[in-house]
């Protein structure tokens, strides 16, 4: 049986982060540490996009930045900026060519595709794969999502579009998300927050060909890339173990009212790498708990209202676009939390709070 220091179960996005915060920083010198992930290859298959309000490690991976994006309901449309703190979008192909190429490098990094062979008594593990009971009550976040080229110049790339709720809702929250790369070259994506068991609101094709040609009015096009995904909006379970630590969703690293994991995973390596030598002891790593609370309200409200919920994202979005980005990205202070707590609908809130 093959014994390692540390052990990370899973090779994504929270795994390879982690991996590559402890080599950079010289943290693996004088230990070992073993990677199980079943897949052979790596290849582009999810975009992880943000506002990047802390710095990371991944400049070089950004596929675009925007300073402008807007959000349209039927008949409004508004315009933001975000100078302050550029939306990027991550290239999941460029991330794993990075980390790979570095990492396997080093002699104390061992790749695995499963754990037979591997003694996990002795070693320290990092856990990226959720724990996950699915229940008809919970919501998630799932999405399909298209790159396109046009024939002709057709985005205005210095823009993107967050939501556009000009679509069918199904009784649920539907949007469309576009991150426009160039002219030419665009991210179109169905997003719905809702529970899984409606395979009705998964006909993903349909919804994207329909929207691409009756709302963007695009109709030369060619698909060069698809991604199909879910998030929970709900913390999996987790037990605590003495050598054990929880990563990405699984370590309750995405927020729930956004989906947003991708710098929360950076910051979780930090503290992980930064207290690696005492990783026994150290406390669990967590989303603030004010976010959780508020995070908590407000799914309640979306699940109890769905129908005016595209007004409220639209409302959210008329207080300060600097204070509505730090808040969703967990870096609001008390001030611009009562600004945005003042533009919701009070009584829908308040009765969300009591019930």
Partial sequence: MKEFDYVIIGG??????LAYELDIHDKLKNKTLAII?????????????????????FDDCVQKNWKNFSINVTGKTNHLKCDEYPYQSIDSGLFYKKINEKIKSNKNIFFFQNLDGINLRNSFIFNSV??????PQDLWQHFCGVEIETQKETFDDHIFNLMDFDCEQRDSVHFFYTLPYSKN???VETTWLSNM??????????QLKHYLEENLKINNYKIIYKEVGAIPLFYPSYKREKNKINIGTAGGMTRLSTGYTFLNIQEHSKYIRENINNISEIDKFKIDKKYQYLDEIFLRVLKR???????IFFKLFRASPK?????LSNKSNFFEDLTIIFKMPKLTFIKALFN
């Avoid at 068991?197 to 349909?206: A, E, H, I």
């Avoid at 204070?323 to 808040?327: L, R």
Wanted: net charge positive; proline share 9%; charged share 30%.
């Fill in 12 to 17: 994504g996005c929270a795994g390879l982060s």
């Fill in 37 to 57: 992930e079943p897949r052979k290859e790596y290849s582009k298959d999810r975009t992880w996009s943000f506002w990047k309000v802390s710095p990371h490690n």
């Fill in 130 to 135: 959720p724990s996950i009971t699915k229940s």
């Fill in 185 to 187: 070259k665009a991210l």
């Fill in 197 to 206: 068991n409606d395979d009705s609101q998964k006909d993903y094709d349909y």
């Fill in 305 to 311: 209202n769905p129908k005016i919920m595209p007004d």
């Fill in 323 to 327: 204070a509505v980005i730090k808040f």
